[in-house]
């Protein structure tokens, strides 16, 4: 069986392996859909905190995917106090856990996560957002 994987030494892709994934899948969505984020930090982590978790009723932690943390431009202004990055956090293990159900590829589910965490946040719709993972698939 050619390209067989040998699970006997396999193991899954780790946070550097993620950032690496998410960091490309980031450069391959359009320049217009990037500029909206502004200084966007994208972090890994394995799982949401608990508190993340309880504040949005979520029993587990392999049921939240990804999180957009910060205020959408349309409320933030010049005169606000210096505050954190806006960042959109990958939940690893959430993830991998619906990569191995889904049998999708993973770069494709990481990018969208990542396109549905900073769209939903924006007010983009399901339409809109399907156009630019498509065009982010290209």
Sequence with gaps: MAGAVDWKSATPPTLADFE???AAAWE???PEFREV???LVIRIE???????????DIESPFDLMGLYQGLSLDKKSVLDAPRE???VFLYRRAILDYWTESGEPL???ITHVLVHE?????GFSDDDMEEIEEQAAQ
């Excluded at 394995?46 to 949005?56: N, P, Q, R, T, Y």
């Excluded at 900073?118 to 924006?122: A, K, L, M, P």
């Design 37 to 39: 984020c502004g200084d």
């Design 118 to 122: 900073i769209g939903h946040h924006f």
């Design 28 to 30: 391959r969505i359009e």
């Design 20 to 22: 690496i994934i998410a």
């Design 107 to 109: 770069g494709e589910i």
């Design 85 to 87: 990055p806006d960042m």
């Design 46 to 56: 394995d799982f949401a905190l608990d508190e993340v978790l309880d504040e949005l």
